[in-house]
Structure formats: C-alpha cells, structure tokens
C-alpha cells in the first residue's frame, strides 16, 4: 500500500490550506485514516482523524478551525484547516489504518505518507 499526499507549502498567517491523501495499492478496507503533525524536536501530535463507526477526533490545538474528510470510494482523506498560525508550522504525515484480505484471514496494519511541510509565515 501506498500513500500520496499534495498540498502544505508557504501559507500566510490567517490563512488556510487544504492536505489531501491518496491510498493505493491492496486494500480491503480502511479502518481509520487521517492527519498528525510534527513539530521539530518533537512527538506526532494527532491533527485530526476518521475512524470507521466512531467518533471524529481532532487534536485540542485546531479544533475549530480544522476539517477533515474521508471519502473510502476513492481511497482519500483530506484536511481543510484556517485561521492559521505560525505554531501550525510542521511537517503534517496522512496515516490510514487499512485492512488487507491474505487468504481467508484480515490483516490490519498502519501506513504513513512521507509527510509535507506546511509553513506559516509572512
């Protein structure tokens, strides 16, 4: 399974962006999927994230002012995010947690994209 991502780049503070991600490859079902960010020297923090028959979750520093979406049809996550910050500065990384069929038996496991840098700044 791969994961392409598109999006991040220079964004002005106050304004917004738009991440999305594209899994591909076999993939039976996708089980969550979403967006972490990591700050230089630091954890992944959890931006935002869809698992499947539960509750969306978002991280307590962009609540309210972030989107997320999930559409399995196409395999694809996205993230709209505003009123950005220059803390929102890092390096954001698409995970999917995806179910793969290997005979008769399901196979779980977690994917991460490459990452993209988002910077705020004027």
């Known amino acids: 399974v791969q994961l392409q991502a598109s999006g991040g780049g220079l964004v002005q503070p106050g304004g917004s962006l738009r991440l999305s991600c594209t899994a591909s490859?076999?993939?039976?079902?996708?089980?969550?999927a979403g967006w972490y960010r990591q700050f230089p020297g630091k954890q992944q923090e959890l931006v935002a994230e869809?698992?499947?028959?539960?509750?969306?979750l978002y991280g307590d520093s962009v609540k309210g002012r972030c989107t997320i979406s999930r559409d399995d049809s196409k395999n694809t996550v996205s993230l709209e995010m505003d009123t950005l910050k220059p803390e929102d500065t890092a390096v954001y990384y698409c995970?999917?947690?995806?179910?793969?069929?290997?005979?008769?038996?399901?196979?779980?496991?977690?994917?991460w994209g490459q990452g993209t840098l988002v910077t705020v700044s004027s």
């Open positions: 995970h999917f947690l995806i179910q793969t069929l290997q005979g008769d038996f399901v196979h779980e496991f977690d994917t």
């Open positions: 869809i698992p499947s028959g539960s509750k969306t």
């Open positions: 490859g076999n993939i039976f079902k996708i089980s969550a």
